[in-house]
């Protein structure tokens, strides 16, 4: 919309001087021009960056967190450790194509799937063992680099149970597509369940 506006004047201008020959004669010299078109997209440039800011600072804030889960990344596989329980951590790796099921995605699909209940609001502690890494689920607009020696934190809420999927978006070596994120969404009855299975 700025730029169509923009556009819009900056060519409106140019056909007023092209077809008018005494318009001509004050532009030449015409500072407070000179200081507008420059004043003005500095203007319109702080005033679009200051809110995008105040969004970016709010999303880094913590907020009410029901589960907290550690996520390191490894060469090829991502280590999960639920650190609200006692003893609930495991490696998840890719699914061979053998062990595949009907229905189920080939390179999508983890022998040990995060398992989250509902409605709950989750912060993903992520870092990395090796080099880096970027634990991605793009249907939850979670994105966030897994570094050695540093822990980046994202918080995400789960509205809706099912299925939600995500890989390393990271080029970090040869497997880097091979190291699939698969989180199940369910119900509290079943999360408590499955967290006796630990």
């Known amino acids: 919309m700025f730029i169509v506006g923009i556009l819009l004047i900056v060519t409106l201008l140019l056909l007023y001087i092209a077809t008018n020959k005494l318009a001509r004669r004050y532009l030449y010299e015409l500072s407070l021009l000179e200081v507008i078109w420059t004043i003005l997209p500095g203007v319109v440039l ?49 699914k061979a194509f053998g062990d595949l099921k009907v229905g189920e995605l080939r390179l999508l699909e983890t022998d040990n799937n995060i398992v989250l209940p509902f409605k709950s609001n989750c912060q ?14 793009p249907s939850l607009g979670v994105k966030v680099d897994a570094n050695p020696g540093r822990i980046n934190l994202v918080s995400t809420d789960l509205p809706v149970c099912g299925l939600y999927y995500g890989q390393c978006s990271e080029i970090c070596g040869a497997n880097h597509s091979f190291m699939p994120i698969c989180l199940e969404v369910t119900t509290f009855t079943l999360f408590k369940n499955w967290l006796k299975s630990f």
């Open 124 to 137: 993903f502690l992520v870092s990395s063992s090796d080099v880096l890494h970027r634990w991605t689920v």
């Open 46 to 94: 702080v005033s679009l960056g200051i809110p995008r800011l105040i969004i970016l600072y709010n999303r880094e804030k913590n907020f009410l967190c029901n589960l907290n889960i550690k996520v390191t990344g490894h060469q090829w596989f991502w280590r999960y450790d639920y650190s609200d329980f006692t003893n609930v951590e495991f490696d998840s790796y890719i």
